[in-house]
């Protein structure tokens, strides 16, 4: 790689992406490059907003590999015996782990009440309440914050521990990274400020202790890009199975589709994103895990949210990838 070629691209990346914090690219099964910007370092943890929503998908398959959950087509309520379903409510029975996973269950709002959300004691029970409605279930409903708390208090539910311990046992252990806490949210204050943080290491939980599904994990760019090496070496890491590589293989083909974004959809993971055959974790401010399995590449970028950040898969498809395809390991 020519050092202009590379000059070229960060000065590009100051100008025009000034919330990305980190990247850290990973090529056959080595780290190649880390870069920070914004005051950032190897250290430093950001939160990476909807990526959580694949590290979920790891764990769920994890579970799976373990014996705690046995049917992807289960419905969710076999979970929770205790739940009240409401009156002439019947599209909820039918809702499966399955559904939850594609994106494909239905919910009764069109806009997610985000402040009722952040305000509630309990996030499964208000998902809950919101699941089902008139929508078919098995259309795509992009679900960005209120719904998947579903899946963490299944885990909770067949696990007997937190998401975050049964994480760090199982998933963040194993590959060297470390979420110390169960982060509380006493005010809307604290929350904005967790937002712009580049020091916390935690996951955010309800007052009930249960961690968020789809948003409010903490990692490094380094971490993502273990996370995404893992996946491309089909779960292995350091010579150990993580996650079975059938989960792996099954979570990154399609299972739904949303057709308004031309976009195709794993189990919580999106696919074919930037060009064929890649899959990617993608969150708020840019936050990506991109793994390109043909070309051996993971890329990681972790950003500060910024409202209409610039399209981190664009530019790791047209400035990233093709700089670093060109260097043999």
């Given at each position: ?215 409010g994990l903490t990692l490094s760019a380094r971490d993502m ?105």
């Open positions: 790689m020519e050092d202009q070629a590379l000059i070229n691209l960060e000065t590009m990346i100051s100008q025009e992406y000034s919330n990305i914090a980190g990247i850290v690219v990973r090529k056959n099964d080595q780290l190649i490059y880390e870069r920070y910007w914004n005051g950032c370092t190897k250290t430093s943890t950001l939160h990476i907003y909807s990526v959580t929503k694949s590290i979920l998908s790891m764990l769920i398959g994890i579970a799976f590999d373990k014996g705690y959950l046995m049917d992807i087509n289960q419905p969710v309520l076999d979970f929770f015996p205790e739940y009240t379903v409401k009156k002439k409510e019947k599209t909820i029975q039918h809702v499966t782990l399955s559904n939850m996973l594609t994106m494909t269950a239905p919910y009764t709002y069109k806009i997610g009440p985000y402040l009722k959300y952040f305000t509630s004691e309990d996030w499964v029970t208000f998902s809950l309440n919101l699941l089902g409605g008139k929508k078919a279930i098995g259309e795509f409903f992009y679900a960005p914050l209120i719904g998947l708390d579903i899946l963490s208090g299944i885990l909770m539910k067949v696990t007997h521990t937190s998401v975050r311990e049964f994480a760090q046992e199982h998933l963040f252990s194993p590959l060297a990274i470390t979420v110390k806490n169960s982060i509380y949210f006493q005010s809307k204050q604290e929350q904005l400020a967790f937002n712009k943080a580049r020091d916390i290491s935690g996951w955010a939980v309800d007052p009930k202790g249960v961690n968020a599904a789809g948003w890009a273990k996370l995404g090496q893992l996946y491309l070496n089909g779960g292995i890491w350091n010579g150990k199975q993580i996650i079975s590589k059938a989960w792996i293989e099954e979570s990154t083909k399609e299972h739904s589709r949303w057709d308004k974004m031309k976009l195709r959809y794993g189990y919580l993971w999106w696919l074919d994103v930037g060009e064929k055959n890649s899959f990617a974790a993608m969150g708020d401010g840019g936050n990506v895990i991109y793994v390109q399995p043909d070309k051996k590449i993971v890329i990681s970028i972790m950003g500060f949210f910024k409202p209409n950040a610039k399209d981190s898969i664009d530019l790791i498809a047209t400035h990233i990838r093709p700089l670093f395809d060109a260097i043999e390991i």
